[in-house]
């Protein structure tokens, strides 16, 4: 009996040194795994456009990174289809509104829904807005290639010289890829593009000095933000001189005297805003508690024991728990259904605001149907340009007011007031 309680004894030592054993393996082989983060199978050269070169080296990042090519599984978070990553329909067909609102400007006729990144090229060709008229300043946010063509024409030439030009002498066939926001030899985050770095040095922002975590958002600024194009040259700024908020960039462009436009129906100098997506965040409490763009459309992930960025951009929607639940203790439900709801709320206050500006501009036609005098008119008219850019602010905007929802009320609601008060104004100057 002892003899047998031995050689069980022994077994199970034996199993358990054997599990102990194993269990330390396989520790040290998932710590060796970490370490190595990727396999270098070729070198990859200074601003390669190519994504499938850098895809050599980090499969599953191009895996994820090409996911963006199917839009339609967003359908299902995109309730309005107002914000980046749904299909490209037509906003004036879907929206009536948006040819009168935009009346006299190319954006009444072709004003496409945004896609994902790998659509960006094709998307920006295939526009009619500008036609053939397109400079190359067009092309700056659209192509990896794009620093390739700067450093052989210089920053001012690029954007002076006509887009169909450089398609035929460069031929760009790449969309946003790897190299705009990484280094090729360090792998770091970098800024590609000159107007994201000239701005925040015109704000006294020394980008080079930027963290780690910052440098998370700056990638996406350097594109997801409103510009505009200064001069014959058609050179590239981002209009943060006084500031991010709406007022500052309105006052900017009032010391400029910078039109868009003339709107067709009113005859008032209207500005088009562009998907001031890094401002509008600026202002919001995400920004405020250090959190990045990629926390939340490029959240991380864990493949085996590698910790990577997912590069399927996307929608925080899509992953909420790697997205949202890292910081909030609650259900995947319960935080989707409040990004739903600030959304809800923005889109009700955008559809007042459009409805109000409809109804500005009514009252300024009659008026000058009336024979009122274009000086009788001329505060209806500054009015109307306050009221739409505030309105377009939010409307061009990638996230539906998410992005910082007390500041996307209070925005809709001044374009309201000043809808209102163009109204007001243009139907007094009647009697």
């Given at each position: 009996?002892n003899?047998?309680k031995?050689i069980?004894?022994?077994?199970?030592?034996?199993?358990?040194?054997?599990a102990?054993a194993?269990?330390?393996i396989?520790?040290f082989?998932?710590?060796q795994?970490?370490?190595?983060?990727?396999?270098?199978v070729?070198?990859?050269?200074e601003?390669?456009?190519?994504?499938?070169?850098w895809?050599?080296?980090?499969?599953?990042?191009?895996?994820?990174?090409n996911?963006t090519?199917?839009?339609?599984?967003?359908?299902?978070?995109?309730l309005?289809?107002?914000y980046?990553?749904?299909?490209a329909?037509?906003?004036?067909?879907k929206?009536?509104?948006?040819?009168?609102l935009?009346a006299g400007?190319s954006?009444?006729?072709?004003?496409?829904?945004?896609?994902?990144?790998?659509?960006?090229?094709?998307?920006?060709?295939?526009?009619?807005r500008?036609?053939?008229?397109?400079?190359?300043t067009?092309?700056?946010?659209?192509?990896?290639?794009v620093?390739?063509?700067?450093?052989?024409?210089g920053?001012?030439?690029f954007?002076a010289?006509?887009?169909?030009d450089?398609?035929?002498?460069?031929?760009?066939?790449?969309?946003?890829?790897?190299?705009?926001?990484?280094?090729?030899d360090?792998?770091?985050?970098?800024?590609s593009?000159?107007?994201?770095?000239?701005?925040?040095?015109?704000?006294?922002?020394?980008?080079?000095?930027?963290?780690?975590?910052?440098?998370?958002?700056y990638?996406?600024?350097?594109?997801?933000?409103?510009?505009?194009?200064?001069?014959?040259?058609n050179?590239?700024?981002?209009?943060?001189?006084?500031?991010l908020?709406?007022?500052d960039?309105?006052?900017?462009?009032?010391?400029?005297?910078?039109?868009?436009?003339?709107h067709?129906?009113?005859?008032?100098?209207?500005v088009k805003i562009?998907?001031?997506?890094?401002?509008?965040?600026?202002?919001?409490?995400?920004a405020?508690?250090?959190?990045?763009?990629?926390?939340?459309?490029?959240p991380?992930?864990?493949?085996?024991?590698?910790?990577?960025?997912?590069?399927?951009?996307?929608?925080?929607?899509?992953?909420?728990?790697?997205?949202?639940?890292?910081?909030h203790s609650?259900?995947?439900?319960?935080?989707?259904q409040?990004v739903?709801?600030?959304?809800?709320?923005t889109?009700s206050l955008?559809n007042?605001?459009?409805?109000?500006l409809i109804?500005?501009?009514?009252?300024i036609?009659?008026?000058q149907e009336k024979?009122v005098?274009?000086e009788s008119?001329?505060e209806?008219?500054?009015?109307?340009?306050?009221?739409?850019?505030?309105?377009?602010?939010?409307?061009?905007?990638?996230?539906?007011?998410?992005?910082s929802?007390q500041?996307?009320?209070?925005?809709?609601?001044?374009?309201?007031?000043?809808?209102?008060?163009?109204?007001h104004?243009?139907?007094t100057?009647?009697?």
């Amino acid at each position: 009996m002892n003899r047998v309680k031995l050689i069980l004894t022994l077994i199970v030592l034996i199993v358990i040194t054997i599990a102990v054993a194993g269990l330390l393996i396989s520790i040290f082989e998932r710590k060796q795994e970490a370490r190595q983060t990727f396999f270098k199978v070729v070198d990859i050269p200074e601003n390669e456009p190519d994504p499938a070169v850098w895809g050599q080296n980090f499969p599953i990042q191009y895996e994820d990174y090409n996911r963006t090519l199917n839009t339609s599984e967003f359908t299902d978070y995109s309730l309005y289809g107002r914000y980046g990553g749904s299909e490209a329909f037509s906003r004036p067909d879907k929206y009536p509104n948006y040819r009168r609102l935009f009346a006299g400007y190319s954006f009444s006729v072709d004003y496409r829904e945004d896609r994902g990144h790998l659509h960006a090229l094709e998307d920006m060709l295939a526009t009619q807005r500008l036609a053939g008229r397109k400079p190359g300043t067009c092309l700056t946010c659209k192509s990896s290639n794009v620093p390739l063509i700067m450093n052989e024409l210089g920053v001012e030439r690029f954007y002076a010289t006509p887009l169909n030009d450089i398609m035929a002498r460069f031929s760009p066939n790449h969309s946003v890829s790897c190299s705009d926001c990484h280094d090729a030899d360090t792998l770091a985050l970098r800024i590609s593009r000159p107007a994201f770095r000239e701005a925040m040095a015109q704000r006294g922002i020394d980008i080079t000095q930027a963290t780690h975590q910052e440098m998370r958002t700056y990638v996406c600024a350097q594109c997801h933000a409103e510009y505009y194009f200064r001069g014959e040259g058609n050179y590239l700024v981002f209009p943060w001189a006084k500031g991010l908020e709406i007022e500052d960039i309105e006052a900017y462009y009032d010391e400029l005297n910078f039109t868009d436009w003339v709107h067709n129906e009113t005859q008032a100098p209207l500005v088009k805003i562009q998907h001031p997506d890094y401002e509008f965040w600026s202002t919001g409490i995400h920004a405020r508690s250090g959190v990045s763009c990629a926390d939340c459309h490029m959240p991380y992930k864990r493949v085996g024991a590698v910790k990577i960025t997912d590069h399927w951009i996307s929608t925080p929607l899509i992953k909420i728990n790697n997205a949202c639940i890292t910081c909030h203790s609650f259900s995947e439900e319960e935080m989707g259904q409040r990004v739903l709801d600030s959304q809800n709320i923005t889109f009700s206050l955008l559809n007042r605001a459009e409805n109000a500006l409809i109804d500005a501009q009514d009252a300024i036609i009659l008026a000058q149907e009336k024979g009122v005098s274009n000086e009788s008119l001329q505060e209806a008219r500054r009015l109307h340009r306050r009221a739409f850019i505030r309105w377009d602010f939010i409307s061009a905007e990638n996230s539906m007011g998410f992005h910082s929802r007390q500041e996307a009320a209070r925005i809709l609601g001044a374009s309201i007031d000043y809808a209102r008060q163009a109204e007001h104004t243009a139907l007094t100057a009647i009697s």
